[in-house]
């Protein structure tokens, strides 16, 4: 009888000795490495398939351009910067897919300084509208789906305003033939 | 158990101990697992910013970047967040020099990268900001929009080794991203919010090295408790007792455990300031950010486990193992008894020991390394006074058939500290790594029991050595650990698959989108050798591109009503199910359950059409 009695303030104790020591070694404990900040906003992404955002943002003179008006043919929005060498190198065979496919519209997404961008386009001209989305909110590469916020980004929309593929990194000529023919 | 164990306070005393140290792990602290976001790293991941003071008046700032990485060097910017502090000018090594078609020649870094900045002003700490931006330079080709990160560095106490507090890892999205910088430094600062909450563990680490000593003594006393360590300790002191030797020949026991240990902290201390003035931010516990070590710890505690409960008596031949130097008699067992404590000791952080560490981290050179011998005395304190105080040992109990029920009871906090580590391990990478580590045991135990097995007497020496095959063998699994990529860095960088979802199927089917569609889970080893033969690749991801498709998974992993109506529907009694949807709206045809690349090519080329 004892002995039980025993057992028990044994297991007692030692299952409070145990959590003390937890709690202590978690309170002594400095942290040895800096605390990870929350990586991205818990903001939901957007899925393939899912109707697309209807941004409204500015296009280089500051006039407020809406998404939905070029609702009914596929949308190519191009997400770039001028500081990103990959951005700028694809942007030729943008302008060259513009061409070819007039009922594609390809858009130029600038996340960058609307000077900046400005003073580029005069050095490098391109056959599509730039748009600045820097000061979007919510972040429309985020709401698209790339979390690690790299440029460039691309996104096909659908003629019913739907996403059909989103691309993280340049498109290449041949992949972009491919985004745009079937989008017709 | 009373039976066999003698009632007396000590046993008292020690079943609560054993009972508290094998509760441990289930009430103490989880350990954070690694997270990736795809197959890009996170900028800050991707370029690592340290900081640390070089001289009074020179803080050197160290970057670690990641391979296919690289930063631009007229992209680096930093400013002092402090008006009391003062900067001078960065100063950066030469870069590679590239040319731009738009910005002209520039210079960039790969690998790794130190600047230094003068500062001056008198202040607790120095607050930066740091600028920075770097690109991708292999597929997929991007670049990072600029980062902005504040760092605090103390400046009072020591003058060398200072510790790097990012206090704010922010200002990756919202306003920063653009020029100028000294907006993104700004809108930094505001978007920093609690940041004196997280700056205050600077502020706690202790400037005093008398305290730091006594806490890391304490810190290492308690070390003595933890369920890893425990069990190697209870073993040595058993043995010291059965040998009933001189009281001379005790106390050299117990100084070679001793010298063991002071000599594995002496070394640990070492390397640590070694790779701190490399400019690494190193902590406690940092060894076990490495998979391969968890790895192989989970083993050794799993073979000391085994041999706790008696399973294996290594020991008594090879001469290789850590384990057996233990159990080996004279004073190289006792010596390498002490080296194996601070090995298996490692994983365990006891109080007090943290804050110990903390100082240990920053202080000057010198200083840290009493600490660190502070630690091993701690540890080795309880066999110095049974060696030194024969009273003490008359105190113990007598030896008998109870030693070896303990002896066999003490291989469980082994097994639960393996598990444990197992546990560590599959955070960091995955479950994959879990069934590897987990095989390896296995293979460890079949080489351990043939070893046993055929103990002379009961077979030629020649049939003893085939244990050395599943030993071998062994290797494989953990050495593909090593290559494993972190947990949750999927291989694709692009949206393939989406998850099942039957409204969003029945639209897709109705606006003529072809679908494949794949049920799979976890547990389901076609459905693994499917993916990884077909389905993972990037052929595949090519095809669904060419064709069109949408890629939709199911996991089956766990119950999902809405998955096994779908399996109901195509007659499927389990997973894997690979159906297809072709565009022109007819119905959905099932695929054969082992997929091949080329009929998925054929399948879905003709679904598109």
């Known amino acids: 009888m004892i002995d039980r009695r025993a057992t028990l303030a044994i297991l007692i104790l030692a299952t409070a000795a145990a959590c003390g020591g937890g709690w202590l070694q978690r309170r002594m404990q400095t942290p040895s490495s800096p605390p990870v900040a929350a990586s991205t906003p818990a903001q939901s992404s957007l899925q393939i398939g899912d109707p697309a955002d209807d941004l ?125 023919q079937g989008s017709k | ?330 004073l190289a067992g006792d010596f390498f008894t002490g080296v194996l404590a601070v090995v298996i000791a490692s994983p365990c952080t006891a109080p007090f020991m943290g804050t110990a560490l903390a100082y240990a981290f920053v202080a000057p050179g010198v200083a840290a390394l009493p600490v660190f011998l502070m630690l091993g005395l701690g540890l080795a304190l309880p066999f110095l006074l049974i060696g030194f105080i024969p009273r003490l040992a008359r105190w113990l109990p007598r030896p008998g058939r109870w030693m070896e029920t303990l002896k066999q009871l003490l291989a469980f906090p082994m097994y639960l500290s393996a598990v444990w580590l197992v546990w560590v391990l599959a955070n960091q990478r995955g479950v994959d790594a879990a069934g590897l580590v987990l095989i390896a045991m296995v293979l460890i135990a079949m080489a351990l029991w043939w070893f046993e097995r055929s103990r002379p007497g009961h077979g030629s020496t020649m049939l003893r050595g085939l244990a050395i095959i599943p030993l071998l063998l062994a290797l494989a699994p953990i050495a593909s650990i090593a290559r494993l990529p972190a947990a949750g860095a999927a291989a694709h960088s692009q949206t393939v698959a989406i998850p099942y979802d039957p409204a969003r199927l029945a639209q897709l089917r109705a606006r003529h989108v072809p679908v494949f569609v794949n049920m799979s889970a976890d547990w389901c080893v076609t459905c693994k050798a499917n993916e990884y033969a077909v389905l993972d690749t990037n052929a595949f991801r090519e095809l669904l591109r060419r064709t069109r498709t949408v890629y939709m998974q199911g996991d089956w992993t766990h119950e999902d009503p809405a998955i096994s109506a779908f399996l109901k529907d195509y007659d499927s009694p389990g997973v894997p199910l690979y159906v297809l949807f072709p565009s022109d709206g007819s119905p959905g045809r099932k695929l054969p359950t082992v997929l091949t690349a080329g009929f998925l090519q054929r399948s879905l080329t003709a679904a598109a059409k």
């Open chain 2, 1 to 330: 158990m009373r039976s066999i164990l003698p009632r007396s306070p000590f046993f008292h005393l020690l079943r609560i101990l054993l009972l508290a140290a094998s509760l441990w792990p289930v009430c103490g602290v989880a350990q954070d697992a690694a997270s990736g976001n795809g197959q890009l790293l996170q900028a800050t991941q991707a370029f690592a910013l340290s900081a640390r003071i070089a001289s009074p008046g020179l803080l050197r700032l160290h970057w670690d970047i990641a391979p296919h990485y690289y930063l631009y060097r007229d992209r680096i910017q930093v400013q002092s967040k402090d008006a009391a502090m003062h900067l001078g000018e960065l100063s950066l090594p030469d870069g590679l020099k590239e040319h731009d078609p738009y910005l002209g020649n520039v210079e960039i870094y790969h690998g790794s990268l130190d600047a230094r900045v003068p500062y001056s002003g008198s202040a607790a700490d120095l607050r930066i900001a740091v600028t920075f931006q770097g690109c991708h330079e292999v597929d997929p080709k991007i670049c990072y929009p600029p980062v902005t990160q504040v760092l605090s560095v103390p400046l009072a106490g020591s003058q060398t080794g200072a510790i790097i507090l990012p206090d704010s890892d922010i200002a990756r999205r919202g306003g920063t991203r653009g020029f100028p910088p000294q907006l993104a430094a700004e809108s930094s600062l505001s978007s920093s919010g609690p940041e004196s909450t997280v700056a205050s563990p600077v502020h706690s680490v202790l400037s005093d090295l008398p305290l730091a000593l006594v806490l890391a003594f304490v810190g290492g006393l308690i070390l003595n408790l933890m369920p890893c360590v425990l069990p190697v300790l209870a073993i040595k002191a058993i043995g010291l007792l059965e040998s009933a030797e001189s009281s001379a020949r005790t106390q050299t026991h117990a100084l070679a455990y001793t010298a063991g240990v002071l000599a594995s902290f002496l070394t640990l201390g070492l390397c640590i300031l070694g790779l701190r003035s490399a400019g690494h931010a190193l902590g406690w516990g940092t060894q076990l950010q490495q998979p391969l070590v968890v790895a192989v710890l989970a083993c050794v505690l799993f073979v000391v486990g085994l041999n706790l409960s008696g399973i294996v008596r290594l020991g008594l031949g090879i001469g290789s193992t850590g384990s057996a130097l233990m159990m080996r008699p004279g």
């Open chain 1, 56 to 180: 409204v943002l500015p296009d280089l003179q500051g006039t407020p351009q809406r998404l939905s008006q070029w609702r009914g043919r596929p949308v190519l929005l191009n997400f770039w910067a001028t500081w990103c060498a990959p951005c700028r190198k694809e942007m030729p065979a943008l302008s060259t897919a513009q061409s070819e496919h007039p009922n594609v519209r390809i858009i130029g997404v600038a996340l960058d300084q609307p000077q900046t961008v400005r003073d580029f386009l005069k050095h490098t001209p391109v056959d599509y509208p730039i748009l600045i989305g820097i000061d979007a909110d919510p972040e429309p590469t985020l709401r698209f789906g790339d979390t690690v916020g790299a440029l460039p980004f691309s996104v096909l929309i659908g003629p019913n305003g739907r996403i059909e593929r989103t691309q993280l990194g340049p498109l290449n000529a041949n992949e972009l033939g491919t985004w745009l």
